[in-house]
């Protein structure tokens, strides 16, 4: 097993000018190393070895909480997408990103560090052609913290779904559940 490149990266917490298309196709085609460190240079890195070497690759994003992993996920799939130029994929991130609402109400809570917390992680897989243009993704979720369904710590929260659930308690398809107030409820998990 091999590791490759190591990027480590800030979240600056506001929108930066270096992730547009231009930047994209600066890093384009561009050697490991020839331009500054950068989410792109990542990326083009993994595209080409895919390209050259016919091998997959992988992307690892980890990090704390409020590191901006998500962002950053994204940015690694705009970049494919726009140097394959995968043309009916060409915001394939925003397909693939468009389940996180879902994914992140399921998965995602209040800790005393971030209002929006990740409590799980994703397992991203983005199929290419052979081409090299981008036909599809898969992401898959796992669950880290089970705990917190039945034990959050002070001036934490369960996960944003049950809060949903509860402020929807009264819609028709949710009656059967029986849910009240979230305030009700917590009491039981603590």
């Known amino acids: 097993l091999a590791v490759g490149i190591i990027l480590v990266a800030i979240n600056p917490y506001k929108q930066l000018p270096i992730y547009g298309d231009a930047i994209i196709h600066a890093y384009s085609g561009q050697n490991m190393g020839d331009m500054d460190p ?3 240079a990542v ?8 390209a050259r070497n016919n091998k997959n690759q992988s992307i690892i994003v980890s990090g ?19 140097v394959s130029k995968s043309s009916s994929n060409e915001h ?3 397909k693939v990103l468009a389940s996180n609402p879902i994914t992140e109400a399921v998965g995602n809570a209040k800790t005393t560090r971030n209002d929006n917390s990740s409590r799980f992680g994703k397992y991203t897989e983005i199929s290419f052609d052979r081409n090299y243009q981008i036909i599809g993704a898969n992401m898959r979720t796992y669950l880290l913290e089970k705990s917190r369904v039945v034990f ?10 049950f809060y949903q659930l509860c402020a929807s308690a009264m819609q028709p398809e949710f009656e059967h559940l029986k849910l009240g107030k979230s305030q009700e409820n917590n009491l039981l998990f603590t």
């Open 38 to 40: 950068h989410i792109f």
């Open 43 to 50: 990326a083009e890195e993994a595209y080409k070895q895919m």
């Open 64 to 82: 704390e909480s409020g590191a901006g992993k998500t962002v950053s996920a994204r940015y690694t799939m705009r970049y494919f997408a726009t």
């Open 92 to 94: 394939v991130e925003d």
């Open 152 to 161: 959050q710590a002070e001036n934490e929260r369960n996960y944003h779904i």
